[in-house]
């Protein structure tokens, strides 16, 4: 990550990031660790966290391998998780399905949203919990997708679906946590470079999406990294339930 120090209150703090294995997750790690904080590196148990902590400037980073689909594991997670210095979470794991709409079975739906939806929402109760708990306040982000509010392309109709839910359960999380000190706010990406993007894509489509895009190309895992940053650093003290697009103007409202 090069450019202006966005992490001001990073440091010496702790950070849980999940989907770290991850295109946007990995770059969030490394902007955050950057920043001066350590880094609870967390995704599937069959990820490559130990590549992940290799890539991390600075000490005391940790791998938490979790299964967002297990609800009875979160929990624990975010014990293991909340050390002294924990100032909270960016959640950038999940999972998409490119699927027709006729292809959807019972079984994908619900893969996708006992993920992207139910992991959220045990999460971020969990990580406010802990975050009450301390009685310090503390930062939260979610990621959503564009797509929330232009609705499902591509097949993304039952991921989309579990992200519009992410948007809700944001608001809610702002809500009955901002007593606490705590924010919790959601980032909306665009069409970014990673993994994600490409499964079950093809270079024509995605071509047409960056073409379709004002900055006429995608964004990269840095560009959304940098958000995150921001928003769980001080500078973003009086920002709380947003949903924050960043998609290079993909979608304007
Ligand atoms: N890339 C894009 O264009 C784009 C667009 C809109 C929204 N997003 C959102 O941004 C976030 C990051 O996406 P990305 O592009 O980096 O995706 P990615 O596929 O590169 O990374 C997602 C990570 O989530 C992890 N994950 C999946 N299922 C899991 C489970 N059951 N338990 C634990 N971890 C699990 C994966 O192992 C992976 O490392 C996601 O929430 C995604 O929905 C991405």
Known sequence: MTGPALGAGLDGRSVLVTGAAGGIGRAV?????????????SDHPAADLAGVLAALPGDGHR??????ADPAAIGTAVGAAADDGFLGLVHAGALLRREPVAAVTPESWDAQHEVNLRGTFFLVRSVGEALEARGRGGRIVTFSSIAWQSGPILGSDAYVA??????ALTRGFARSLGPAGVTVNCIAPGQIDTPMQSRGNTDETMAATAAACPLGRMGSPEEVAAVAVFLVSDHASFVSGAT??????????
């Open 162 to 167: 579990s992200k519009a839910g992410v948007v």
């Open 244 to 253: 924050v697009n960043v998609s290079g103007g993909l979608l304007m409202y």
């Open 63 to 68: 791998a938490l391998p979790l299964d967002l």
């Open 29 to 41: 790690a490394v902007a955050i660790a950057a920043s001066g904080a350590r880094v609870v590196a």
